[in-house]
């Protein structure tokens, strides 16, 4: 049963990665790249990561790609212009990331000691998580909340509408405005 | 068929499968020449990485892999965000997303 969903999910992970790179259009890359994050939420359950299959859906394909969907359609992003490189960098790029695919495979296949992943095997529970989470690394986790309240604080400045002018009041539907005109 | 279907994965597959999706996200940052699917490339690379810190934690039985991929998803939605802000200024300042053209980080 683990083997099938495993093959499975997999096959969607990977279809979904290989289409990402084949679509021309932002929106069928995004809803591409969905596919895999659901797909990978599905294999950190097989590993037993109950929590992370949860966040996994909830803030990647939930929230970060919504972002990303939304940024595609604000933005009004069309089909992409194919501009071929120059053949050398052609020639050297893709041979370079059949190495990087080869040495990582290599280093895997030639590991001692990797033990296997089965339906009998337990999952770690959120309670076993939270207890390491909230005692021994409670610090990290306040930066990081910390991390996001810039980050937000960050992104709000940037996306301001002309944040350089000096009364820094942004203009009411000026993006719908931009993009009507292009 | 019931040897079939109790048939347990070698962490191995997993950990190629994270090779591959590491490798296609690569790929995909170097031949795409849309700047918010540069960006979605990062993101595919970053779930390779989680998926081996998954197959690593299963390995050991060890929770702190789990909670680094939760430290790993919250960096990564706080990058979305600057990310995608840094894109919506680039545009409002070049009128366009094809790396190719935003090759000058002035005016």
Request: aromatic residues 8%; charged residues 10%; hydrophobic residues 60%.
């Amino acid at each position: 049963m683990h083997l099938i969903i495993f093959f499975v999910f997999a096959g969607f992970c990977l279809a979904g990665a290989i289409n990402l790179l084949l679509q021309t259009h932002p929106i069928n890359s995004a809803l591409s790249l969905i596919v895999v994050m659901t797909s990978l939420a599905v294999l950190y359950l097989l590993l037993g990561a109950e929590f992370l299959a949860a966040a996994q859906v909830i803030v990647y394909a939930g929230a970060i790609m919504v972002l990303f969907t939304f940024v595609v359609m604000l933005l009004n992003a069309g089909r992409e212009e194919r501009t071929m490189g120059s053949r050398t960098w052609r020639a050297v790029g893709f041979p370079s990331a059949a190495v990087i695919l080869g040495v990582l495979a290599t280093i895997i296949l030639r590991a001692q000691g990797l033990g296997t992943a089965g339906m009998s095997q337990g999952i770690t529970s959120t309670e076993d998580l939270s207890k390491v989470l909230f005692t021994e690394l409670l610090l990290p986790f306040e930066v990081t909340s910390v991390l996001i309240l810039i980050a937000i604080l960050g992104a709000v400045a940037l996306a301001r509408h002309g944040s350089g002018d000096p009364h820094g009041i942004p203009v009411p539907n000026g993006n719908r405005e931009r993009t009507a005109t292009k | 068929m019931s040897s079939f279907l109790s048939q347990e994965v070698p962490l191995s597959w997993y950990l190629l499968l994270s090779a591959l999706l590491f490798t296609l996200g690569v790929v995909g940052f170097l031949i795409k020449r849309n700047l918010i699917t540069v960006f979605m490339s990062i993101e595919l690379m970053l779930n390779g990485v989680n998926l081996s810190f998954v197959t690593f934690a299963h390995q050991w039985h060890a929770v702190k892999g789990q909670i680094f991929v939760f430290f790993v998803m919250m960096v990564a939605a706080a990058e979305a965000a600057v990310g995608l802000a840094i894109i919506i200024a680039v545009f409002r300042a070049r009128a366009t997303l094809a790396v190719d053209r935003i090759d000058l980080m002035k005016l």
